[in-house]
């Protein structure tokens, strides 16, 4: 089945940098547009970054494009998210996905804070 696990996240600092993780499985990697999503609390899920499938072609929220950077590594079957210059708005759990239709993983938790 489709599985997803996240992981990398943790504590930074605002101005700071954390890099995640997502290995995925059950599924044709190489052949899917990837995504990553972030929830806060009492908040609907929000796409922030996808990228196709030879990682060629990006697209970014407004509120993390040039500060984010997603990428892939289809021989590992492994999604990436670089994160830069954190803010405190940042801090959600984050999550990876081809889109909004098939099961999520358990995430993995940001957050920014002094």
């Known amino acids: 089945q489709v599985q997803f696990v996240e992981s990398g996240g943790g504590l930074a600092q605002p101005g700071g940098s954390l890099r995640l993780s997502c290995v995925a499985s059950?599924?044709?990697?190489?052949?899917?547009?990837m995504r990553w999503f972030r929830q806060v609390p009492g908040k609907e899920r929000e796409m922030v970054a996808s990228?196709?499938?030879?990682?060629?072609?990006?697209n970014y929220a407004d509120s993390v494009n040039r500060r984010f950077i997603i990428s892939r590594d289809n021989n590992l079957n492994t999604l990436y998210l670089q994160m830069n210059n954190l803010k405190p708005e940042d801090t959600a759990v984050y999550y990876c996905?081809?889109?909004?239709?098939?099961?999520w993983g358990q995430g993995t938790q940001v957050t920014v804070s002094s």
């Open positions: 990228i196709s499938r030879t990682g060629l072609g990006t």
């Open positions: 996905n081809t889109g909004w239709d098939n099961p």
């Open positions: 059950g599924f044709t990697f190489s052949q899917s547009q």
